[in-house]
């Protein structure tokens, strides 16, 4: 068995850097930012960093500029990893470098205006949260344009799915006919590749069985795309829509314009500011969009957990458990009715998990009280056990893996270089 992560030495090492960071830019900093009436390219620069970096630059950052000029400057937090790490080329990074760039220069013209739609109370209350707003929409509207339509994305993900199925479901068969043939040996080979973890030890049958069950969760997956497609992560590609709802959003938690569909309204006015924002395009139409968002279930489910979101409520974790309680089963019950040609593995699952949404409503509604509720309310104590309880969760070896990093006192940033060099020296060798 793969010994446990020492506490003390977790809670010292983890997530710590070999060699200091940058100072982070502070909440002042992009306060006083923000409160200026004009904004230069490195104030937006200043902010940008503030936002994604908010800890500070660490080894990585040096790394990544080794490997693409001002990539610290430019990239997100999840491409300059990429870069690191090898999983993304010099080129693709140099792509979304540049991107990003183009993306900085817009704002320092157009942030000024973009922010007047907005109190100063709203703009004070979350410095950083209306900036990352607008740097997600920014993501968000680039991975729109980049996916297909939704009739398209529906159409593929049901011929996936329907290959899932079939091929789980054909692989439990297939083995299950020559389960005899080799059941013992492949105990005993998955005893030696896999280490010890805790729990009942599993063979052949449970495979079997799993994919079985794989199966009847594909198929299950097939009809729900055609009741809740957004469950399939099926979300289209209406740019402008994207733009509308962050807008939307943005308003709702910020005391900004309120959505009406008159052309040229404030809110209107928002929206096509921050749509010549993200994508470069002035003086585009966006009534078409507004209207269809206003008309949307979008809109009226964040309306919902608008007016629900009471911060003095101890018990807001376990309303929100109860209404996703309560929305599976529905989604589940819809399936049966809507689908009756279902496998009787398909049936059995969807009956099962109605059954278990229904015990974790109940026993979310007679959880005692008062509870905590947000991260600040906790001691550090409770912070590092909540921490240690998510590691304990790894599987053995990546635990071991972990632990071994402790011990030598590496961060996440230095492992991800050496990860990198590994690739990038494998390729050099291949090619």
């Given at each position: 068995m793969v010994n446990p992560i020492d506490r003390a030495r977790f809670l010292e090492r983890f997530g710590e850097s070999s060699s200091e960071p940058q100072a982070p830019i502070e909440a002042t900093d992009i306060v006083r930012i923000l409160a200026s009436e004009r904004f230069t390219f490195e104030d937006v620069k200043t902010l940008m960093r503030g936002v994604r970096y908010h800890r500070g630059h660490d080894e990585k950052f040096e790394y990544a500029n080794s490997l693409l000029a001002e990539a610290s400057d430019y990239l997100r937090p999840y491409e300059l990893r990429a870069l690191v790490r090898a999983d993304m080329t010099e080129e693709e990074a140099g792509a979304y470098l540049q991107r990003d760039k183009a993306f900085f220069h817009r704002l320092a013209n157009l942030l000024p205006s973009i922010l007047r739609f907005f109190s100063k109370e709203g703009r004070l209350r979350n410095p950083r949260g209306i900036v990352w707003a607008i740097d997600d929409c920014h993501n968000d509207f680039h991975f729109t344009v980049s996916s297909s339509r939704r009739d398209r994305q529906i159409r593929e993900a049901k011929e996936r799915l329907t290959l899932a199925a079939r091929v789980a479901l054909e692989s439990a068969l297939t083995l299950e006919a020559a389960k005899k043939h080799f059941q013992y040996e492949f105990d005993r080979y998955r005893e030696v590749y896999y280490r010890p973890a805790p729990g009942p030890a599993r063979f052949l049958g449970d495979l079997i069985d799993e994919l079985r069950m794989c199966a009847g969760v594909a198929e299950i997956a097939h009809a729900t795309v055609d009741i809740e497609s957004k469950r399939a992560w099926i979300f289209g590609n209406d740019e402008r829509r994207t733009v509308v709802e962050e807008a939307y959003r943005m308003c709702s938690e910020r005391d900004?314009?309120?959505?009406?569909?008159?052309?040229?309204?404030?809110?209107?006015?928002?929206?096509?500011?921050?749509?010549?924002?993200?994508?470069?395009?002035?003086?585009?139409?966006?009534?078409?969009?507004?209207?269809?968002?206003?008309?949307?279930?979008?809109?009226?489910?964040?309306?919902?957990?608008?007016?629900?979101?009471?911060?003095?409520?101890?018990?807001?974790?376990?309303?929100?458990?109860?209404?996703?309680?309560?929305?599976?089963?529905?989604?589940?019950?819809?399936?049966?009715?809507?689908?009756?040609?279902?496998?009787?593995?398909?049936?059995?699952?969807?009956?099962?998990?109605?059954?278990?949404?229904?015990?974790?409503?109940?026993?979310?509604?007679?959880?005692?009280?008062?509870?905590?509720?947000?991260?600040?309310?906790?001691?550090?104590?409770?912070?590092?056990?909540?921490?240690?309880?998510?590691?304990?969760?790894?599987?053995?070896?990546?635990?071991?893996?972990?632990?071994?990093?402790?011990?030598?006192?590496?961060?996440?940033?230095?492992?991800?270089?050496?990860?990198?060099?590994?690739?990038?020296?494998?390729?050099?060798?291949?090619?």
């Amino acid at each position: 068995m793969v010994n446990p992560i020492d506490r003390a030495r977790f809670l010292e090492r983890f997530g710590e850097s070999s060699s200091e960071p940058q100072a982070p830019i502070e909440a002042t900093d992009i306060v006083r930012i923000l409160a200026s009436e004009r904004f230069t390219f490195e104030d937006v620069k200043t902010l940008m960093r503030g936002v994604r970096y908010h800890r500070g630059h660490d080894e990585k950052f040096e790394y990544a500029n080794s490997l693409l000029a001002e990539a610290s400057d430019y990239l997100r937090p999840y491409e300059l990893r990429a870069l690191v790490r090898a999983d993304m080329t010099e080129e693709e990074a140099g792509a979304y470098l540049q991107r990003d760039k183009a993306f900085f220069h817009r704002l320092a013209n157009l942030l000024p205006s973009i922010l007047r739609f907005f109190s100063k109370e709203g703009r004070l209350r979350n410095p950083r949260g209306i900036v990352w707003a607008i740097d997600d929409c920014h993501n968000d509207f680039h991975f729109t344009v980049s996916s297909s339509r939704r009739d398209r994305q529906i159409r593929e993900a049901k011929e996936r799915l329907t290959l899932a199925a079939r091929v789980a479901l054909e692989s439990a068969l297939t083995l299950e006919a020559a389960k005899k043939h080799f059941q013992y040996e492949f105990d005993r080979y998955r005893e030696v590749y896999y280490r010890p973890a805790p729990g009942p030890a599993r063979f052949l049958g449970d495979l079997i069985d799993e994919l079985r069950m794989c199966a009847g969760v594909a198929e299950i997956a097939h009809a729900t795309v055609d009741i809740e497609s957004k469950r399939a992560w099926i979300f289209g590609n209406d740019e402008r829509r994207t733009v509308v709802e962050e807008a939307y959003r943005m308003c709702s938690e910020r005391d900004g314009p309120k959505l009406v569909t008159t052309p040229g309204s404030d809110f209107a006015t928002l929206c096509s500011l921050l749509f010549e924002a993200v994508s470069g395009k002035s003086d585009e139409g966006l009534a078409g969009a507004i209207n269809r968002y206003a008309r949307s279930d979008a809109r009226k489910d964040w309306d919902r957990s608008g007016e629900e979101d009471d911060p003095n409520d101890n018990f807001l974790t376990e309303k929100a458990e109860m209404a996703n309680a309560l929305g599976a089963i529905e989604l589940c019950k819809s399936v049966l009715q809507k689908k009756p040609d279902l496998s009787k593995m398909a049936i059995e699952l969807l009956h099962a998990r109605i059954k278990k949404e229904e015990q974790r409503h109940e026993e979310a509604r007679t959880r005692y009280g008062p509870r905590q509720v947000y991260f600040h309310q906790m001691n550090k104590e409770q912070v590092n056990n909540m921490f240690l309880e998510a590691i304990n969760r790894f599987k053995p070896e990546q635990i071991e893996e972990l632990d071994d990093a402790i011990l030598r006192g590496e961060s996440w940033a230095a492992r991800d270089i050496e990860h990198g060099r590994r690739v990038r020296l494998a390729r050099e060798k291949s090619s």
